[in-house]
T-cell receptor, first 113, second 114 residues
Framework: GENVGLHLPTLSVQEGDNSIINCAYS??????FIWYKQESGKGPQFIID?????DKRQGQRVTVLLNKTVKHLSLQIAATQPGDSAVYFC????????????FGKGTLLTVNP | NAGVTQTPKFRVLKTGQSMTLLCAQD?????MYWYRQDPGMGLRLIHY???????AKGEVPDGYNVSRLKKQNFLLGLESAAPSQTSVYFC?????????????FGNGTRLTVT
């Protein structure tokens, strides 16, 4: 949305480069993690998810890495394209709960042609 | 397959007015949610529903009411709008609960209360 990008961490990359977006989560009891992409004026779009019994999961051009020791999640985008420009945010869900999804504030990714 | 559809896309209200935001999903999902998104903050859950005829409070329910009379629709009501309710509202649905399946979002309703 038009105000979502204000005061967000930003990452600027060149087209074709790989991007890495990081997320620190807060609760060691979280067991399900999701990455969303939000383009200006649109709703969040699901990218990829991972459970706490995994440390890596791959999708099409995207990889999510989970480090439970330091409570860190990252999203890697290969061969970044201008269409990847958006706000990316992670979400964590506390184990045993179906209604306690916590969203991060997001990172603004800008891809320069 | 339209996914999650929200109406209206934009609305301006005066303080004290009421309105209803409409959400429809065509994925046969049991779970539906209303979130608000404000600058500098993550999405916050207002109310949710685990199935037709059910509703429950989320993190920030005050000033809002909801209804889920049909499985595919989830309505969010503001009985007496306040400037603090100026926000972007997103409806979402999921096949399973939030701990087991990702949410599918609509494109939002941008509400301004003057």
């Amino acid at each position: 949305g038009e105000n979502v990008g204000l005061h967000l961490p930003t990452l600027s990359v060149q087209e074709g480069d790989n991007s890495i977006i990081n997320c620190a989560y807060s609760n060691s009891a979280s067991d399900y993690f999701i990455w969303y992409k939000q383009e200006s004026g649109k709703g969040p779009q699901f990218i990829i998810d991972i459970r706490s019994n995994m440390d890596k999961r791959q999708g099409q051009r995207v990889t999510v890495l989970l480090n439970k020791t330091v409570k860190h999640l990252s999203l890697q985008i290969a061969a970044t394209q201008p269409g990847d420009s958006a706000v990316y945010f992670c979400a964590e869900n506390i184990e045993g709960s179906n209604y306690k999804l916590t969203f991060g504030k997001g990172t603004l990714l800008t891809v320069n042609p | 397959n339209a996914g999650v559809t929200q109406t209206p896309k934009f609305r301006v209200l005066k303080t004290g007015q009421s309105m209803t935001l409409l959400c429809a999903q065509d994925m046969n999902h049991e779970y539906m949610y209303w979130y608000r998104q404000d600058p500098g903050m993550g999405l916050r859950l207002i109310h949710y529903s685990v199935g037709e005829g059910t509703t429950a409070k989320g993190e920030v329910p005050d000033g809002y009411n909801v209804s889920r009379l049909k499985k595919q629709n989830f309505l969010l009501g503001l009985e007496s709008a306040a400037p603090s309710q100026t926000s972007v509202y997103f409806c979402a649905s999921s096949y399973l609960g939030q701990g087991n399946s990702p949410l599918h979002f609509g494109n939002g309703t941008r509400l301004t209360v003057t």
